[in-house]
């Protein structure tokens, strides 16, 4: 096992498991989440029944794709309280990792470490159900009078402007990268640096992401794109052919759900503005910059009838959002509100 990943998984293994309700932004859970959560737990350990008892290449294409369908149903189903976020989250993440491992084990390719954050992981689930059954438990037991009940309309889940600021472009952009990274995969030792990688991203974006429920619908989706990406090259390595490769399969889905959620982030990102949408009028490449003026750097260009999202265009420089949530300028002069033809 490379040194680096020692210590990467050593660093991964040595953070506890995060409360999403420590900033009171997610109501806690109840009884009757609890038993729907129980219900997601059942589901969640049959997939991962069938994961153990898969044992041959025949069988994986089943497998990923009952997993799969868990996890859409799994977010469906997942409660909106700050346990069952955190506990969903995790199950998540193990039910990715699952399919990566047991499909390493049909290739019989020696990367037994990939399991070892998966099975702490599991562990993790274990006690977070055990406490907050114990948790629930006692809050019944303290429910004595109606202004004592929890009202889920005290919590605000709405994203505020700061907090989507930190989605996008910050968070976005290193999925991004990330993901550009994982396409790229191709031999044995690219898949050990994008998995040590994947790992590593996937807890920072646990701690970082804000406790809001447009933050948090995002983040489980970027996890989920960035761990099937792992099980789409292990069932390669298993000598599933593409066509039947059910993670490039939910890939290819995922990032299209991705795409119009990103949307409704960068939509969000302007929610007290007036946005107007003009287009690129010049002919050739025009310069997008980091500020409005020639002498700031230019961050990328766009071509004649390109779409522009703009967000201010009293000035000289036109301000406008791109696509991963970065602000930039382009000169007045060179956009128009009338398609070119």
């Known amino acids: 096992m490379p040194l680096k990943f020692v210590l990467s998984l050593a660093m991964l293994l040595s953070l506890a498991p995060i409360v999403w309700g420590q900033d009171e932004r997610l109501p806690p859970c109840e009884s009757a989440d609890l038993d729907t959560l129980l219900d997601i737990n059942a589901a969640y350990k049959a997939v991962m029944a069938?994961?153990?008892?898969?044992?041959?290449?025949?069988?994986l294409p089943l497998l990923g794709y009952k997993q799969y369908r868990w996890r859409i149903d799994m977010l469906s189903q997942l409660p909106s309280c700050a346990e069952a976020i955190e506990i969903g989250w995790l199950m998540n993440q193990v039910s990715g990792d699952?399919?990566?491992?047991?499909?390493?084990?049909?290739?019989?390719?020696?990367?037994?470490?990939?399991?070892?954050?998966?099975?702490?992981?599991?562990?993790?689930?274990?006690?977070?159900?055990g406490d907050l059954t114990a948790l629930v438990e006692t809050r019944q037991l303290r429910t004595v009078s109606l202004e004592e009940n929890v009202n889920e309309d005290e919590f605000d889940q709405t994203c505020s402007e700061t907090e989507l600021d930190l989605l996008a472009p910050g968070i976005l952009m290193e999925y991004q990268h990330l993901f550009t990274t994982g396409l790229e995969v191709d031999t044995g030792q690219q898949y050990l640096d994008y998995a040590t990688a994947q790992f590593e991203w996937r807890d920072r974006l646990w701690e970082?992401?804000?406790?809001?429920?447009?933050?948090?619908?995002?983040?489980?989706?970027?996890?989920?794109?960035?761990?099937?990406?792992?099980?789409?090259?292990?069932?390669?390595?298993?000598?599933?052919?593409?066509?039947?490769?059910?993670?490039?399969?939910?890939?290819?889905?995922?990032?299209?759900?991705?795409?119009?959620?990103?949307?409704?982030?960068?939509?969000?990102l302007d929610r007290g503005r007036t946005v107007a949408t003009y287009y690129v009028s010049a002919n050739g490449n025009v310069n997008v910059r980091s500020c409005g003026s020639t002498e700031c750097d230019i961050v990328t260009r766009f071509r004649r009838g390109d779409e522009l999202r703009v967000i201010d265009d009293s000035g000289d420089w036109y301000e406008i959002r791109l696509a991963d949530g970065r602000i930039a300028y382009v000169a007045g002069f060179l956009a128009s509100v009338e398609r070119p033809n």
Request: charged share 20%; with cysteine; proline share 3%.
């Open 50 to 59: 069938q994961a153990i008892e898969t044992k041959t290449s025949e069988q």
């Open 98 to 129: 699952a399919v990566a491992v047991i499909s390493l084990k049909v290739a019989n390719i020696k990367m037994n470490w990939i399991a070892i954050p998966m099975l702490h992981t599991r562990s993790n689930i274990e006690v977070l159900l």
């Open 208 to 268: 970082k992401l804000p406790h809001c429920q447009e933050a948090l619908d995002f983040g489980m989706l970027m996890s989920q794109i960035s761990g099937d990406l792992i099980a789409m090259y292990a069932y390669k390595l298993a000598g599933i052919s593409d066509q039947n490769n059910p993670g490039k399969i939910q890939v290819d889905v995922d990032t299209r759900r991705f795409s119009l959620l990103r949307e409704e982030i960068i939509a969000a």
